[in-house]
């Protein structure tokens, strides 16, 4: 079992940086991939980002590839998202997610709460 705890959203203008930050209790989290989704008003979930259990491998959307880093730090039993020159079209709740196989589309098993991110132009 893996608990999931996002926080680092916020109001940030269009072009500027956000670090979103995921805690995970669950000793299963060490050995799980973990990504990070999101979701804008009247759309559906999609996929932002995937690290595999150790970080040594990584998948991003197209619209994020070249903005977005995903990392983690297994001591900490966390894992993040920078994001930089964002744009409006950012703006979502973001997830975290743990667990499932490193597959496209990612289908994790675990989930966190979710934090709003909002970039306004």
């Known amino acids: 079992q893996v608990q999931l705890v996002e926080s680092g959203g916020g109001l940030v203008q269009a072009g500027g940086s956000l670090r979103l930050s995921c805690v995970a209790s669950?000793?299963?989290?060490?050995?799980?991939?973990v990504g990070w989704f999101r979701q804008a008003p009247g759309k559906e979930r999609e996929f932002v980002a995937l690290?595999?259990?150790?970080?040594?491998?990584?998948d991003y959307a197209d619209s994020v590839k070249g903005r977005f880093a995903i990392s983690r730090v297994n001591a900490k039993m966390a894992v993040y998202l920078e994001m930089n020159n964002l744009k409006p079209e950012d703006t979502a709740v973001y997830y975290c997610?743990?667990?499932?196989?490193?597959?496209?589309?990612?289908?994790?098993?675990?989930w966190g709460q979710g934090t709003q991110v909002t970039v306004s132009s």
């Open positions: 997610a743990a667990g499932g196989y490193y597959n496209l589309p990612y289908s994790p098993t675990y």
């Open positions: 669950g000793r299963a989290f060490l050995t799980s991939n």
């Open positions: 690290t595999n259990y150790y970080g040594g491998t990584s």
